[in-house]
């Protein structure tokens, strides 16, 4: 038996499945003061009745760390960068409590400026004096040489040593400084609470008995060992996003190309999958306006939900950006466009009277009648959701997954279906994908589509591999590996040392089964060349377990 289990903003949702069959499903509010409490309901729920012992596979969403770094609520952390020569970082502005440290490692991997050590003990001392025990150190080419970050961190923890370093090659190794070091901070300013929680999960799931593996979804719609998530907690932000894009996937299981679209009480998520292969963003995840490493789905969220508070301006409806609780029909306190939905529909989502008499409140200012005022609503909610697919679809046309795509098609990319995940995608759906010239899904999972993508994904890993043959060495951008070689090598040779060590560092992390699942994303080599000759050549070369469904599930059954 498998459990998911989504916290959502508004709801955490949960379902217990076996062999594709969904044995339960369950509902809660989310408690955003007490996500664990919103958890440990729905398992509950799900358990009565069913052996702890009976559960195999656990996978959690959570919206944890992307509400710490959307609320500010994450540890107090410092950065020290060690950039190089190029661009002034000093005039820079980061994040506050960022120090700039002499030094430098080159492209290659070669120390070509040694760091100042006295410069280093006054920076960990303006930290501490700061009140600060969190530091991320990120050094430019760290991840071909981290000598220079793990330098600076021996420093500050023999003088400090309450002081917790984040090294920026253990948490990312890919190129791009800026988001290594945005990445690196992020994770410094989270991981604590994050371990915390994690902790208190795996102990009330124990207490449960409980003994089976559990994870966490990824931005990438992959999951990772709750272990592994400890060293990489910003892996784990927009996971709701990534269990809606997953759970239209594990409805469908086909090639068609599908706009996801999950109607939530607050928000509205939007999520492509390309012939049946969830779209990337190539850029990473971006957090409050920054770039980072963090893999992620292509995804889009609009402030427009099911419970955005109704509203009569004057002249025109408005809806949201702000909720006031539940749709009015289940008991809120104010006209949302779930109400407008069951107002049209006869009452089949909740008490109709509920909902006309706030429906009434809004429509008697504007002129019109309830009735009058839930079509105008309902029409606005699908012209909102056809303009945010408009606009997501330019933003898309940027992906290089996307323009290959169109490029070897030689057409645009056309939906053949929008997927409704969500409560309330049976109101909106339809009529939007009538709008969008496609058909619409929305199936009777769709409410606890996200839970399901969640207990289904597999888990995900990318490895990046870059390889200097006159060096005779190499480099991965996980857990600080290098290596040296003692042949000639071409780009072949290359590819097939990353696919070892791709399964290596599977097998580590609890993933090796689904390591034969790889393919490449990357194939690079640039010849080096001095006066008239070529001296060796440089291979970049990526490789990933790439996002799926695990092997158990076959599709969801009738």
Known sequence: MLIGIDVGGTFTDGILCSEGRILKTAKHPTKEDDLQDSIFAVLDELLQGVKGSAIKHVVLSTTLVTNLLASGGGDPAALILIPGPGLNWRQRELFPHTYIADGATDFRGR??????????????????????????????????????????????????????????????????????AVTAYYTAVTREKWAGFAASIKKAIGERGIASPINILKADGGTMPLETSLNYPCETVFSGPAASVMGAFALTMDRQTSVVV?????????????????????????????????????????????????????????????RLGPAACFGGPAATPTDAFNVLEGGKLGHLELSLRALEKVSSPAGRTPEELARMIVSQVNRQLQDGIKEMFKSWEQEPAYKIWEIVNKRPVKP????????????????LAEQLGCRPLVHRYSPVANALGAAVARPTLSLLLHADTERQSYYLNLDGVTGKFSRSWQLEDAKELAREQLRVIAEKRGIGRYADYHEFFMEEQFNMIRGWSTTGKLFDVGVQIASGIIDEFKGVQP
């Open 111 to 180: 120390i070509i400026e040694p760091l100042n050590q006295a410069q280093i003990e006054e920076f960990g001392k303006l930290i501490t004096a700061a009140g600060i025990r969190k530091v991320a150190v990120v050094g430019k080419f760290s991840q071909r040489n981290s000598s220079q970050e793990r330098q600076v961190g021996e420093i500050l923890q023999e003088r400090h040593p309450d002081l917790e370093v984040i090294r920026g090659f253990e948490v990312s190794g890919q190129l791009n400084f800026p988001r290594r």
């Open 262 to 322: 999950d109607i939530g009480g607050t928000t509205t998520d939007l999520g492509l999958i390309l012939e049946g292969k969830p779209l990337y963003a190539s850029r990473g995840a971006l957090i409050d306006g920054r770039y980072t490493h963090v893999r992620s789905f292509a995804v889009r969220s609009l402030a427009l939900g099911g419970d955005s508070a109704v509203r009569w301006s004057g002249d025109r409806i408005t809806l949201g950006p702000d």
């Open 416 to 431: 053949d279906r929008v997927v409704g995940i969500g409560a309330a995608a049976a109101a909106f759906i339809p009529a």
